[in-house]
């Protein structure tokens, strides 16, 4: 079983940065990812990693901003957040999976989750 624990989120001002991190545990991904959730909307990719390569994908409204990293002896994934919008705020969760490449954007495809953390951007 693969468990996915992430920390990080918190309240920023805009234009200010945050990192988020996600502990993983059990058995070695494939590929990790992170996604956001705001009220009222439906779950979006942000950016995905390979664990294994490092190749990094992400979302157009995370490009420039936004940097997905991991660390293999660590077991963690990071999704450090700069330059922060008020339209970036949501819960985000880390996803992972055993067997789906890390430019997969649905969120259907991954099978562990994390159970999210709040970002608050204002402005």
């Known amino acids: 079983q693969v468990q996915l624990v992430e920390s990080g989120g918190g309240l920023v001002q805009a234009g200010g940065s945050l990192r988020l991190a996600c502990a993983v545990s059990?058995?070695?991904?494939?590929?990790a990812g992170w996604f956001r959730q705001a009220p009222g909307k439906e779950r979006e990719f942000v950016a995905g990693?390979?664990?294994?390569?490092?190749?990094?994908y992400y979302a157009d409204s995370a490009k420039g901003r936004f940097t997905i990293s991991r660390d293999n002896a660590k077991n963690t994934v990071y999704l450090q957040m700069n330059s922060l919008k008020p339209e970036d705020t949501a819960v985000y969760y880390c996803?992972?999976?055993?067997?789906?490449?890390?430019?997969?954007?649905?969120?259907?495809?991954?099978?562990?989750w994390g159970q999210g953390t709040q970002v608050t951007v204002s402005s």
């Open positions: 996803a992972g999976d055993l067997w789906c490449e890390a430019w997969d954007t649905r969120p259907a495809n991954y099978d562990y």
């Open positions: 059990g058995r070695t991904l494939k590929s």
């Open positions: 990693i390979s664990w294994s390569g490092g190749s990094t």
